[in-house]
């Protein structure tokens, strides 16, 4: 089984940064797209940031300007910068990977990483 791995998460001051990592170790194929969505207390998950393997980069509204996707060097690897915090942000961030149809045993799903900002 092919898992997705996060690691960044952590407790920050209202204005203050963090970075997000994930990762696929073992894994063969090549995700499609690779992104982040975050969870808050008795909300529904929601997207924040996609990349795709070509490199392009959609975003919430509430993300713009403050998150920077990117994809690293080693296979099947995404960051999140996130920049100028605030409270709001505060949720469990969830890393996602598209792969091809044909994959087996490949998780879509990360394990979560938890963001808390305070203010």
């Known amino acids: 089984q092919v898992q997705l791995v996060e690691s960044g998460g952590g407790l920050v001051q209202a204005g203050g940064s963090l970075r997000l990592s994930c990762a696929a170790p073992?894994?063969?194929?090549?995700?499609?797209?690779m992104g982040w969505y975050r969870q808050a207390p008795d909300k529904q998950r929601e997207l924040v940031a996609l990349?795709?393997?070509?490199?392009?980069?959609n975003y919430a509204d509430s993300a713009e300007g403050r998150f920077t996707i990117s994809r690293g060097n080693a296979k099947n690897t995404v960051y999140l910068q996130m920049n100028s915090l605030k409270a709001e942000d505060t949720a469990v961030y969830y890393c996602?990977?598209?792969?091809?149809?044909?994959?087996?045993?490949?998780?879509?799903w990360g394990q979560g990483t938890q963001v808390t900002v305070s203010s």
């Open positions: 073992g894994s063969i194929l090549n995700a499609k797209s």
């Open positions: 990349i795709s393997s070509a490199g392009s980069a």
């Open positions: 996602y990977a598209d792969w091809p149809s044909f994959a087996r045993r490949y998780d879509n």
